[in-house]
């Protein structure tokens, strides 16, 4: 059991409104996948898609052991494995998971598997490369994979897919645009000579707020459920997800020329007061939030962080804050907070989100 203090809510109202606000742009049919990877982008992907499991037509996750814990949470949706392996083959059948099939090696591994059980029709997706260059088979394979298919009934097309390399960057319109032609080629080859139609879908979050026009029958929503749009106009419109709270420990008086924190970072001008919080760089907090550069909020007030980031716990200054030991630290529950953190540790918020650890504990409120 986690009893942990420090504690990641995700807001299950903020997950609903964001989903309703991508379906919004989306034609009626179109399917939507929320993507659950990582934890459900650093919150919780089993409470996720517990709570979203009647809301969307599919979840994909990246490894094997993700889609497992949905699976031994009960929950029946379809869902997609992009990055399965060989070695996590036979439990993608156990588990009844749909594993994305991106090149030969992983594609005659999957169909021996299913020659020797044997599976009857088992849904499986085929991921196209079309200019990413991360994972997928080029079109020049086409021929060879739908001979193939044709041999077999124990495995069917579930859907051909493909990833936009810079679907939030219109400078690169006429790259993506490209990669949504080469797609839609290849969709054809396949229609032309199966007797049957598998699903397409090639859009992310951004894809969806750029491209919408490419939206083909299902989209895949990442970022955006957890509430990030492709730039601040857009992310004004969604709700933010990820709210992680925490507590004062303890607070401690500084005179001046009293230092705080390892390596006596921070050394005191003034009578200062600090502020213990029981989150560090172990829970997800990097340690260039340190020395000044981050803060949280103490009853609604903003702290820096002083000195260096701890793997257990920050200093915070709360020198003009009226505070308690016991009262409630906010260290981020907007998305401007999120978006300063990822700036301050110079990455992206979807690693400022992934980064939230396990030791943080997990609840989800609706
Ligand atoms: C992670 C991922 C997504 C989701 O992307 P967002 O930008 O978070 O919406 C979609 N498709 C694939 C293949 C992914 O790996």
Redo the contacts with the bound molecule.
Sequence with gaps: MNNHVSVLEIDGKALEHNLNYFKNKLNETTKI?A?V?AFG?GSDGVLVADFLKDKVDYF?V?YAHEGIALREANIKTPILV??PQIATLQDIIDYRLEP?LYNFKIFNAFLELADKVPLMNYPIHI?FNTGLNR?GFWHTDIPKIISELKETNHIKVQSL?S?LAA??DLEEKEFTNQQLNNFAYIAQQFYKHLNYEPMLHI??????VNYAVAQFDMV???????GFGNDAEETKQLKNTHNLKSIISQIHLIEPGETVGYNRAFVAKKPSKSATIPVGHADGLSRKLGNGAGYVLVNNQKAKIIGNVCMDMIMVDVTKIDCNEGDEVIIFNHQDMLNNIADTSETIV?ETLTSISPRVKKVLKS
């Design positions: 996948l993507v990877k982008y994909a990246a992009l990055h994305n991921k994972l897919f990833h679907s939030e859009l992310n979050t951004s894809g969806v895949r929503v990442g970022i955006g459920l957890y979807y």
